[in-house]
């Protein structure tokens, strides 16, 4: 399903207002972890895109209602899954193509599919794909590195912990 001419105008216009909402607030907080390494085309943020939403938007039905409107008619989202517990709505993306691993609207793609993975970066672990060409580093953990360096390990040891502490 390609986006036709109005379809990408509205798409266009959600996507400045969000994206000077969200520099304006990026630039006002400091942000914990740091970006690396680029994307390599694996197209796993395209197979279930999934959106984490606020207390308001889950629980009253006309926000929740507006919001599933907007996902279904403007960015092609359609609902397979509802994650009660982190209050996650899980999509199927109509715009992805299986067998090639694209988009067919690559260029009015909504600013949430542009913004993957920085858009998971105010979390407090965000996690990656199995196989994303991005990596996290945190900006904080220079002195758990230091102390990991001064602690009675093996190399290996130490190596795996900074690893899954994202602290190379």
């Not at 919001?67 to 996650?88: C, K, P, Y």
Request: hydrophobic share 40%; charged share 30%; with cysteine.
């Amino acid at each position: 399903m390609r986006d036709g001419p109005l379809r990408v105008a509205l798409k266009f216009v959600a996507r400045s207002v969000w994206s000077l909402e969200l520099g304006a607030r990026r630039a006002l907080t400091a942000q914990r972890w740091q970006l690396t390494g680029d994307c390599g085309g694996c197209a796993s943020c395209c197979e279930r895109p999934s959106i984490t939403v606020g207390k308001a938007l889950w629980y009253l039905p006309w926000s929740r209602a507006t919001f599933m409107a907007w996902q279904r008619h403007v960015n092609g989202f359609e609902l397979i899954e509802a994650e009660r517990e982190t209050r996650t709505f899980v999509f199927r993306c109509s715009h992805f193509d299986w067998e090639t691993r694209r988009c067919d609207s690559y260029a009015s793609r909504p600013f949430m599919c542009r913004d993957y993975p920085r858009a998971l970066l105010d979390g407090a672990w965000p996690e990656l794909f199995e196989g994303c060409g991005y990596a996290l580093r945190d900006r904080e953990g220079a002195g758990m590195a230091e102390a990991l360096d001064r602690a009675d390990l093996s190399p290996q040891k130490r190596e795996e912990l900074k690893r899954r502490l994202r602290l190379k």
